[in-house]
């Protein structure tokens, strides 16, 4: 076994763990769904739609285009292959991880929720009687005109969608499906979880950590302490603790990355390519570039969202994709989709696009027919590029081209 690496070699093996040395299919099947959601461990859910909704996007940046009702079959037909839980942060995650998670369940319950420190404990009660009458059940069905707060973030939430929030997250009820893109229905967790998983023990808190901190360093491939605990949002203790069991146990091998400020490990079934042949676009959202310290490690790329940003101070857009091609970040474009352009055909509209610095030749070309492949399955019928950032004009030939 390896015990040091060049970054060439940790990029590849990073890209392999994250599902880029499998093929994309002509055809993705629910077969591919669950190979890549194993790589990717978990798919995380943000509200942002001015592409397309964040959760969609590593699928198709792994599998190419596919049919996204498949995500909501793994959701919500039986057996349920995932659910939604707060194990990054908001995201699906594979089914079995809920007894893995009962330990972060009962912390939110002490710590009453995420945010809220003034649940109202009676209120929830009588909620959790409705749930349980009623069956799969949206906070607008049960809303009785209760105050509203923006709280954080600025969501003008109900009381009892304060209150529905709370029991999602101590495990009292559980995600059943969505109404369109946002409405939650929540229910029981007997009545949404696979009752062979409920029958499951919690397993010990050591053991839960050890489970995620195995599961995150599969996705990795190659990680530091700090990659594997923001994975599953762990504190640094708990994933050292989990970290030292798995090297003695051989499952990590301590290894030295060249250029890494910090002490790495390398899955012991992690596998290391020659080389990679990715192209795809990145969401903002995509494990491998979420946690934006490793991104710069392994690309040397500095990338951060500027949605938050007002307008005048953004560098480079509003929602921008890192455009991955073979092993290397080598582009960033600014995308969105004009659903309303051209009495509904639609076009898919390049507010700014860059190169990075050493990007290869063919750069252009590949990111334009990446565009028009992820129009295409967008439903749009063209790309608009704009001629903002140093690539753009190469890009717009790059992308009218057949």
């Known amino acids: 076994m390896l ?11 990073a890209l392999a763990a994250q599902g880029f040395l499998d093929p994309r299919h002509t055809v993705p099947t629910m077969r591919t769904f669950q190979r890549t959601l194993e790589r990717t461990g978990v798919l995380q859910v943000d509200s942002v739609n001015v592409l397309q909704r964040a959760h969609y996007m590593p699928l198709y940046s792994r599998m190419g285009p596919y049919d996204v009702d498949m995500l909501r079959r793994a959701a919500e037909r039986r057996p349920r292959r995932i659910v939604e839980y707060w194990a990054h942060v908001q995201a699906y995650m594979p089914v079995e991880l809920w ?25 929830a009660a009588r909620v959790l009687a409705e749930v349980a009458a009623r069956g799969a059940t949206t906070a607008r069905d049960l809303d009785d005109g209760t105050p509203r707060d923006k709280g954080n973030w600025g969501w003008n ?3 009892t969608r304060k209150a529905l929030d709370y029991l999602y997250m101590t495990g009292d009820v559980a995600i059943a499906g969505r109404n369109g893109q946002f409405e939650i229905r929540y229910d029981l967790p007997e009545r949404v979880i696979p009752a062979d998983v409920l ?23 190659v990680a530091t302490v700090q990659d594997l605990r923001d994975y599953y949002r762990m504190s640094v203790a708990d994933t050292a603790a989990a970290v030292a069991e798995l090297v003695e146990e051989g499952e990590l091998v301590p290894v030295t990355v060249d250029g890494w400020k910090r002490p790495a490990y390398l899955h012991a079934d992690a596998r290391l390519p020659r080389r990679i042949d990715a192209r795809a676009l990145l969401s903002p959202f995509d494990p491998v570039v979420w946690e934006r310290a490793r991104t710069e490690a392994l ?8 949605i938050y940003v007002p307008a005048e101070k953004r560098v480079h857009g509003y929602y921008v994709l890192p455009f991955l091609l073979r092993d290397a970040i080598v582009a960033r474009v600014d995308l969105k989709a004009d659903r309303q352009f051209d009495g509904g055909a639609g076009r898919l509209v390049v507010k700014a696009a860059y190169a990075e610095a050493g990007a290869p030749e063919d750069t ?39």
Do not use: C
């Open 299 to 306: 690309f040397d790329f500095h990338y951060r969202i500027e």
């Open 364 to 402: 252009a070309e590949e990111l334009g027919a990446e565009l028009r492949q992820l129009a295409g399955w967008l439903g749009l019928a063209s790309v608009t590029v704009e001629p903002r950032g140093g690539l753009a004009p190469r890009l717009g030939e790059a992308s009218a081209a057949r």
């Open 99 to 123: 007894p893995v998670m009962q330990h972060r369940m009962a912390s939110y319950r002490e710590r009453k929720g995420k945010w809220w420190r003034d649940v109202d404990e009676v209120l």
């Open 157 to 159: 939430w109900s009381g």
């Open 199 to 221: 029958a499951q023990p919690t397993p010990s808190l050591a053991d839960a950590n050890r489970e995620l901190v195995r599961r995150a360093a599969r996705s990795h491939g």
């Open 3 to 13: 015990d040091r690496l060049s970054n060439a070699q940790a990029r590849r093996v």
